[in-house]
């Protein structure tokens, strides 16, 4: 048996060994540094893995020992009659002031004061090493192999706490396949990942999980504990109802002029209190505007505002094509005039901010031929009921995908609309439309950005030759299209269905999409080559000696009567 001295110096030797590595790595260079960051991020998850594990195993214990001191005392007989239950129930319901707290409380005192962590967090790390050990075992391999990390395995448990336990082993096997023979994904693919396997597996499980997002919606306003004079405002809305509230902040934000000095994150805060204020748009501060409202205010007789400058234009969303490798090629947005100066509710024809979002539907579903989820660009998957309602009144897009891709279309025939290269640089509304629904993010490796917020990145440059069609675009945010854009070190791949590689300046390869729109509407898939007559040739040899083999065995039988 060891000692408490035996022990603190394993602990000393462990640490100097840490300390040892630590000094090694700073004569590392950037290959060897970022495959010590994804080595130590396996080992976190690993650790995770035991970690919960450990509290599910305390929790455990401390029932069993709790209950079994209870039974003791008050036996676990049957009453004998309702009169004798009623006795009991009254009993149990003393016993935390006879036998103090139950098995849950005292674990979650246990781990809370192990981890320094509240009571809150103590307790979804115990049920999630339950659901881990007995809900889904497989999928918490991957946690222990390092597939995943802890938050998206917590992820997972939240997602399924209105799950049936009879679907649990179906669910587990399904998502630890798909998280085996998948790269890893950003937070916001590996989501949908998510959802949409429940959907497919439980769809009641999806109907009560929206039932119960519309029952704890709420909004609360409270004084920030970080920032004196500051409140912080925070709520939980259905999906498709936060995505109209965004989408009228963004567009109110939008809507002012490129001179206004607030930032983005600043014109959003001051839309939501205008929007309290009972007005429709976002007065802009710019400098002309403020000298108007000045000469307004002083001006006792109402007098007309000046036309405003050619060069005073209404912001705009940033353009999607490319304006990272090819600037100047945006369109210039119209000139307000007195008329439509945002700001004035009052102007006949004042301008109105369109608030805007994007949904992905299959067209069977908004028929009613199936209930397949849809996809809320920003948010996830969205219920197939809900989806119809919203697209009801929607502008429609439609992505057509027959006739083959433009990589492969068969000779003498056209490809559909969407998949047509464009004859520039720009890409058509059909091929953007496309693009866009194959896709759920940003495609760098990691980026959550929404696809409505990215520019289309050309794989092979423009001006190297590259073509405008949908082997060779795909959805970038800004940061990261300038990120690949103007750093030499990085080089990004895509092959004609779609999946996106980007090797780092390290020589390390990621790839960027591991789960799209095509995993979740398998009907935007290109179709299949044409076979290569090759092919053929190949099969009829295989079939030739399919059928050598059968003749051969049959000549034998027949030589060979049973008995043998």
Same mark, same amino acid.
């Given at each position: 048996?060891?000692?408490?001295?035996?022990?603190?110096?394993?602990?000393r030797?462990?640490?100097?060994?840490?300390?040892?590595?630590?000094?090694?790595?700073?004569?590392?260079?950037?290959?060897?540094?970022?495959?010590i960051?994804?080595?130590?991020a *396996?080992?976190?998850? %690993? /650790?995770?893995? @035991?970690? &919960?594990?450990? +509290? =599910?195993?305390?929790?455990? $214990?401390?029932?069993?020992?709790?209950?079994?001191?209870?039974?003791?005392?008050?036996?676990?007989?049957?009453?004998?009659?309702?009169?004798?239950?009623?006795?009991?129930?009254?009993t149990?319901?003393?016993?935390?002031?006879?036998?103090?707290?139950?098995?849950?409380?005292?674990?979650?005192g246990?781990?809370?004061?192990?981890?320094?962590?509240?009571?809150?967090?103590?307790?979804?790390?115990?049920?999630?090493?339950?659901?881990?050990?007995?809900?889904?075992?497989?999928?918490?391999?991957m946690?222990?192999?390092?597939?995943?990390?802890?938050?998206r395995?917590?992820?997972?448990?939240?997602?399924?706490?209105l799950?049936?336990?009879?679907?649990?082993?179906?669910?587990?096997?399904?998502?630890?396949?798909?998280?085996?023979h998948? *790269?890893?994904?950003? %937070? /916001?693919?590996? @989501?949908? &990942?998510?959802? +949409? =396997?429940?959907?497919?597996? $439980?769809?009641a499980?999806?109907?009560?999980?929206?039932?119960?997002?519309?029952?704890?919606?709420?909004?609360?306003?409270?004084?920030?504990?970080?920032?004196?004079?500051?409140?912080?405002?925070?709520?939980?809305?259905?999906?498709?109802r936060?995505a109209?509230?965004?989408?009228?902040?963004?567009?109110?934000?939008?809507?002012?002029?490129?001179?206004?000095?607030?930032?983005?994150?600043?014109?959003r805060?001051?839309?939501?209190?205008a929007?309290?204020?009972?007005?429709?748009?976002?007065?802009?501060?710019?400098?002309?505007?403020?000298?108007?409202?000045?000469?307004?205010?002083?001006?006792?007789v109402?007098?007309?505002?000046?036309?405003?400058?050619?060069?005073h234009?209404?912001?705009?969303?940033?353009?999607?094509?490319?304006? *990272?490798?090819?600037?100047?090629?945006?369109? @210039?947005?119209?000139?307000?005039?007195?008329s439509?100066?945002p700001?004035?509710?009052?102007?006949?024809?004042?301008?109105?901010?369109?608030?805007?979002?994007?949904?992905i539907?299959?067209?069977?579903?908004?028929?009613?031929?199936?209930?397949?989820?849809?996809?809320?660009?920003?948010?996830?998957?969205?219920?197939?009921?809900?989806?119809?309602?919203?697209?009801?009144?929607?502008?429609?897009?439609?992505?057509?995908?027959?006739?083959?891709?433009?990589?492969?279309?068969?000779?003498?025939?056209?490809?559909?609309?969407?998949?047509?290269?464009?004859?520039?640089?720009?890409?058509?509304?059909?091929?953007?439309?496309?693009?866009?629904?194959?896709?759920?993010?940003?495609?760098?490796?990691?980026?959550?950005?929404?696809?409505?917020?990215c520019?289309l990145?050309?794989?092979?440059?423009?001006?190297?030759?590259?073509?405008?069609?949908?082997?060779?675009?795909?959805?970038?945010?800004?940061?990261?299209?300038?990120?690949?854009?103007?750093?030499?070190?990085?080089?990004?791949?895509?092959?004609?269905?779609?999946?996106?590689?980007?090797?780092?300046?390290?020589?390390?390869?990621?790839?960027?999409?591991?789960?799209?729109?095509y995993?979740?509407?398998?009907?935007?898939?290109?179709?299949?080559?044409?076979?290569?007559?090759?092919?053929?040739?190949?099969?009829?040899?295989?079939?030739d000696?399919?059928?050598?083999?059968?003749?051969?065995?049959?000549?034998?039988?027949?030589?060979?009567?049973?008995?043998f």
């Amino acid at each position: 048996m060891s000692t408490a001295v035996d022990r603190h110096v394993d602990i000393r030797s462990g640490t100097d060994r840490v300390l040892d590595q630590l000094g090694m790595d700073t004569k590392l260079g950037p290959t060897e540094l970022v495959s010590i960051l994804t080595h130590c991020a *396996a080992v976190t998850a %690993s /650790a995770d893995y @035991r970690l &919960l594990q450990a +509290a =599910s195993l305390l929790f455990e $214990d401390y029932t069993l020992t709790h209950e079994t001191r209870v039974a003791a005392a008050l036996g676990d007989e049957p009453a004998p009659s309702v009169a004798g239950l009623f006795v009991q129930a009254c009993t149990a319901a003393r016993t935390r002031a006879r036998f103090g707290p139950d098995g849950m409380e005292q674990a979650i005192g246990a781990v809370g004061s192990a981890l320094n962590a509240p009571a809150a967090r103590a307790r979804e790390l115990i049920i999630a090493g339950a659901t881990m050990r007995h809900q889904l075992p497989l999928t918490g391999r991957m946690l222990a192999r390092g597939r995943i990390d802890l938050a998206r395995f917590l992820l997972i448990v939240n997602r399924t706490t209105l799950c049936e336990e009879a679907i649990f082993p179906e669910l587990d096997a399904a998502l630890a396949e798909e998280i085996e023979h998948r *790269a890893p994904m950003s %937070s /916001a693919r590996f @989501r949908t &990942l998510v959802d +949409a =396997s429940i959907a497919r597996i $439980d769809a009641a499980s999806a109907v009560r999980r929206l039932e119960e997002a519309d029952r704890s919606r709420h909004i609360r306003v409270r004084p920030d504990r970080h920032t004196p004079g500051q409140s912080r405002i925070t709520g939980s809305l259905p999906a498709h109802r936060a995505a109209g509230v965004d989408a009228r902040l963004n567009a109110m934000a939008q809507a002012v002029h490129p001179a206004d000095p607030r930032s983005i994150a600043q014109r959003r805060a001051d839309a939501l209190v205008a929007l309290t204020d009972g007005h429709r748009e976002l007065a802009c501060i710019c400098p002309d505007c403020t000298a108007s409202s000045a000469a307004a205010a002083s001006t006792p007789v109402a007098a007309s505002t000046p036309a405003a400058d050619a060069s005073h234009q209404l912001a705009t969303p940033p353009n999607r094509d490319n304006v *990272a490798t090819s600037p100047g090629t945006a369109g @210039r947005p119209e000139v307000p005039t007195p008329s439509t100066r945002p700001g004035d509710p009052d102007s006949p024809g004042a301008l109105r901010p369109r608030p805007t979002f994007h949904i992905i539907v299959s067209l069977a579903t908004l028929l009613g031929a199936n209930d397949c989820p849809a996809f809320l660009d920003g948010h996830g998957i969205l219920d197939a009921a809900v989806a119809r309602d919203l697209v009801r009144e929607a502008k429609r897009s439609y992505a057509h995908t027959t006739g083959g891709p433009p990589t492969s279309a068969a000779p003498g025939g056209d490809a559909a609309p969407s998949d047509r290269p464009a004859s520039g640089y720009a890409p058509s509304r059909s091929l953007r439309g496309l693009v866009a629904a194959g896709e759920l993010c940003c495609t760098f490796p990691g980026c959550t950005t929404a696809v409505s917020a990215c520019d289309l990145d050309h794989t092979i440059s423009y001006a190297d030759g590259g073509r405008t069609r949908r082997d060779n675009l795909k959805p970038l945010c800004r940061f990261h299209h300038r990120l690949k854009t103007f750093d030499i070190g990085w080089r990004d791949y895509q092959d004609p269905l779609g999946t996106v590689a980007f090797r780092a300046p390290t020589g390390h390869y990621f790839i960027g999409n591991a789960y799209t729109g095509y995993d979740l509407f398998t009907e935007l898939r290109p179709p299949a080559p044409r076979r290569h007559p090759a092919r053929g040739d190949l099969d009829r040899a295989r079939r030739d000696r399919i059928d050598a083999h059968t003749r051969a065995r049959d000549r034998w039988e027949r030589a060979h009567p049973p008995p043998f």
